[in-house]
């Protein structure tokens, strides 16, 4: 006995109406227990029914409009320009309505509005409205982020601060990570921040000064508190420094030892300085203790010339130097000259003293003669004959005249170090008293260099008692290095200096002065002292943070176990995913269709990508959400097996992170219906038409092409003479074009009925290689084109021959046309994952980007001729193996056409 379709669905329809009437005391029960506000609207804006929470918060106002109780309006919100979801949902047809608005009623609140229609209130359409209360959440959030935003330009300040100090400054943690830097220690590693960060010294400098920093950053964590030490290291340009690190340890809220702050000075060119100070004083020495042994081995010159100009008389070290000239010219001798030296335009003390009448001579001058430098001290006499004449002492002061020379040079380098130096550099006395100062020590002091030069050293100290406990320290240890002491300014501020310091001694060794360098630290110690102060503050401020957050958290937990509870019941997938692309939490829908898939990449668990789905140009929501800054996300996809509708809003996880909320549903079946209808009527469409074209052109056509044919065979058996004149007149090519344009019109309506009739294959072991070969013969390639086949002769697929045969030569044909200019049709063959590729590579003009997604779509062509079922054609016979075909193009290089069947 057979049962009519339509009576079993009334009984099926009559049973669930049983079922729903049945359970609906139970879901009354549920909704009033509900923590959101529910509520159900008719399409008038009228309340048909509030749960207990919604009559608690607006009283009971079933029978009110809607408007007049939450917006306190006298017509619909939309009359006022507000969005309303009665209207959106039941006169613009959406299917969902979400938004977060503030009650323009007593109560002032936030609510978090979801809405969506139903079918029937009481004979109406009306829609079902959820409200929740985000009031306090919203605040919480608000304090949050001002704390967050707070604490971020407290930050950003110090790292401010911290970059504009010249020396390098560098902080990690206890297990030699890189932390932090500023731009200085960029410069001084040749890295940018972001690749020393996450580092260890192994992976910033050479091995060797690796280890030396890993040990003494082992010795300061097992000995907390402050290290300094010097070392020489290497710089990122290649050249080696020397430098001192100071390095201090940090705490945590917790007051153990988080890790290491340091800085590092370049103490280069104060070493240089130093050494080029102690080569002079060695020259120095050197020089003395020359000329004193040069002084005591030489006696003076001592020389008698009477009015004449003849040498009367030369002692012992006259003769080692000139030889015995005695009776012989003066000039002659000391300047080979024929005549008085005045003649010639230089001075000569014998003119002047017993001619000119002068009493002393003095002058320093070369002897050319002897190429000796000597100091002249002449005055007259008398001789035992009663001549005038001249007593003349000369000194070499050859040696003595060189060494001066070198003395100026190497005082005029010392001079330019001193004077250039960017360091402060004094010389004192012991008793205190400013012998030489530098300008950057008169500008570090507030003083003038002749300001200082005129007072005690005593009066620069903050306590003069620091400057002899300074000198004892020299004393007892040969010098200092870097000798902390509180100095006081002309003005009279204070500040806190690094002092080095050497005594200079005499040649006994006694001190007879200290030259002193010195370095202004002050602001590097306010530095510290700043950064102390607001990590403490940090840690108060994180402690209360932190009893704050735990609190929250407590409450959050119980609001969690009630939301996960609600979750796990909802057939709609709600997934929650961090900015790193991590599922962090999903509901039982998703688990029931993807598996487990908590923990993993949502681009490789919902997609099966190895990358984020924006760099394969996929929309993502992550993307669009937290780094493009949307607020929400709406977008109908392919996840896995199914189609889903996706909705998502930005969130924040329980750890601070930037995360998504999202809740997708399922809507495959009802994607798969639309598209069958869609089908169903293209091709209905295209099944009419084609038959109404066939019914009324197939025929005719037949018929021209015949007649043509056979006009043809007739001038073929007609006389030459005939002949000939049929073809001077053209009368053969008008038949030829006539045949021609006849078969492509048979063409046109062959795809037609081709593309609306059901396709059937009738699979059979074709050889692909023999089947190509065979399609090559009988289609006109041009000599301009060059067709390589790139198949392997045991390629043999289970296929309809003449589907495929249809299909390839679709395929050539295109490719052909696509090559006006001649160019390369290559065809090959591969095979990958159970799969047969067949590819068609032409060198021709190309796809445009803008039609390669509707290449396959019936009726589209971009050539002239054509009517666009070519392809279309083409992709139903290789999904009706179950294949897949695409296409890749680019303008001016060419086009591919892959065909994927499976290898059965």
């Not at 029960?29 to 608690?56: F, G, W």
């Not at 010389?427 to 507030?446: C, H, K």
């Not at 169903?680 to 018929?703: F, T, V, Y």
């Not at 047969?836 to 509707?854: C, H, M, W, Y």
Request: aromatic content about 8%; some cysteine.
């Amino acid at each position: 006995m057979k049962v009519s379709r339509s009576g079993s669905r009334r009984r099926v329809d009559e049973k669930r109406r049983a079922g729903v009437k049945g359970k609906l005391p139970f879901m009354l029960e549920i909704l009033d227990n509900m923590m959101d506000c529910v509520a159900v609207i008719d399409e008038d804006y009228t309340y048909k029914y509030l749960n207990r929470a919604a009559k608690s918060l607006f009283g009971d106002v079933v029978g009110d409009k809607c408007y007049r109780v939450t917006r306190n309006l006298e017509s619909p919100c939309h009359h006022k320009g507000i969005r309303c979801e009665v209207r959106e949902l039941l006169e613009k047809k959406s299917e969902f309505f979400e938004e977060t608005r503030q009650a323009e009623t007593a109560t002032g609140k936030i609510f978090h509005v979801r809405a969506s229609p139903i079918s029937k209130v009481r004979g109406k359409r009306g829609v079902v409205v959820v409200f929740r209360d985000v009031t306090e959440q919203r605040k919480n959030m608000e304090m949050l982020e001002n704390l967050r935003r707070e604490l971020q330009e407290k930050i950003n300040f110090m790292q401010q601060l911290i970059d504009n100090i010249p020396n390098p400054i560098f902080y990690k943690d206890v297990n030699g990570i890189y932390r932090g830097c500023n731009i200085a220690y960029e410069k001084y590693v040749g890295l940018p921040k972001e690749k020393i960060v996450g580092r260890t010294v192994y992976d910033i400098h050479p091995k060797e000064l690796a280890e030396i920093y890993y040990k003494k950053d082992n010795e300061l964590l097992r000995n907390p508190g402050i290290q300094v030490y010097e070392a020489r290291n290497i710089y990122a340009d290649g050249t080696w420094h020397d430098v001192i690190f100071n390095k201090a340890t940090y705490k945590d809220p917790d007051g153990r030892v988080a890790g290491i702050v340091g800085t590092i000075t370049d103490i280069t060119e104060l070493k240089r300085v130093e050494e080029s100070l102690k080569e002079s004083e060695q020259q120095l020495k050197q020089t003395s203790t020359f000329l004193n042994n040069v002084l005591s081995q030489m006696s003076d010159m001592v020389m008698i010339v009477d009015e004449e100009y003849t040498i009367k008389f030369m002692n012992e070290a006259s003769r080692k130097v000139f030889g015995d000239f005695v009776g012989e010219k003066c000039y002659k001798i000391m300047r080979n000259f024929d005549r008085p030296c005045h003649y010639e335009g230089l001075r000569c003390e014998v003119h002047e003293l017993l001619k000119g009448g002068a009493n002393l001579f003095e002058e320093t001058r070369l002897i050319p003669t002897v190429n000796r430098i000597v100091n002249i001290h002449a005055t007259s006499t008398s001789m035992p004959d009663g001549k005038k004449a001249a007593i003349i002492v000369s000194r070499d002061v050859t040696e003595e005249k060189e060494a001066a020379d070198r003395l100026r040079e190497s005082e005029k380098r010392y001079r330019t170090l001193f004077e250039s130096s960017r360091d402060a550099i004094g010389i004192t006395t012991p008793e205190g008293r400013y012998v030489d100062v530098n300008q950057a020590y008169a500008e570090l002091f507030g003083y003038t260099k002749d300001e200082l030069l005129r007072i005690d050293a005593n009066e620069t100290y903050a306590n003069p008692e620091d400057r002899i406990k300074l000198l004892q320290e020299i004393e007892k240890r040969g010098s200092v290095k870097d000798y902390e002491v509180k100095r006081r300014r002309k003005d009279g501020t204070e500040i806190h200096c690094l002092v080095t310091s050497t005594p200079i001694r005499s040649a006994d060794g006694h001190i007879v002065g200290y030259q002193t360098i010195i370095r202004d630290i002050t602001e590097r110690k306010r530095m510290m002292e700043e950064l102390q102060r607001y990590s403490e503050r940090l840690e108060a401020l994180v402690e209360e943070r932190t009893r704050d957050l735990r609190e929250s958290m407590e409450r959050e937990r119980h609001t969690t176990t009630f939301l996960s509870s609600i979750l796990s019941q909802m057939s709609d997938y709600v997934f929650l995913i961090d900015e790193d692309y991590n599922v962090r939490f999903v509901n039982r829908s998703v688990d029931e269709v993807f598996g487990t898939v908590e923990g993993e990449k949502c681009y490789k668990a919902f997609r099966g990508l190895d990358k984020p789905c924006h760099y394969a140009g996929v929309l993502c929501e992550v993307n669009e959400l937290l780094f493009k800054g949307r607020d929400y996300f709406e977008d109908i996809r392919q996840t896995g097996p199914r189609i889903t509708h996706v909705r998502s809003v930005p969130t924040v996880t329980s750890d601070g992170r930037r995360a998504i909320l999202t809740v997708s549903r399922d809507v495959t079946e009802l994607k798969e219906a639309e598209e069958k209808m869609r089908l169903m009527e293209r091709l209905s469409a295209i099944g009419e038409a084609a038959a109404m074209i066939g019914h009324d052109l197939r025929n005719p056509l037949q018929s021209i092409i015949s007649s043509i044919y056979l006009a043809k065979r007739k001038v073929e058996a007609m006389p030459p003479t005939f002949k000939k004149a049929m073809e001077d007149s053209g009368v053969l090519e008008i038949y030829n074009t006539l045949e021609s344009q006849a078969k492509y019109m048979d063409k046109i309506v062959a795809d037609l009925y081709e593309y609306s009739r059901p396709l059937h294959p009738h699979p059979s072991e074709t050889n692909i290689l023999r089947l190509l070969k065979e399609i090559l013969s009988t289609v006109d390639i041009p000599e301009n084109v060059k067709v390589t086949l790139n198949v392997d002769d045991e390629t043999t697929l289970t296929v309809d021959p003449n589907l495929i045969r249809r299909l390839f030569t679709n395929l050539i044909t295109n490719a052909i046309q696509a090559m006006p200019e001649g160019g390369q049709l290559t065809i090959q063959t591969s095979k990958k994952e159970g799969e047969a590729l067949i590819s068609f590579q032409d060198t021709g003009v190309g796809i445009p980007k803008e039609n390669i997604n509707r290449l396959f779509d019936p009726f589209f062509t971009t050539k002239s001729k054509g009517q666009g079922l070519g392809l279309a054609v083409c992709k139903r016979i290789v999904e009706a193996h179950g294949g897949a075909i695409s296409v890749e193009s680019k303008v001016g290089v060419g086009s591919t056409f892959t065909i994927r069947l499976p290898i059965k």
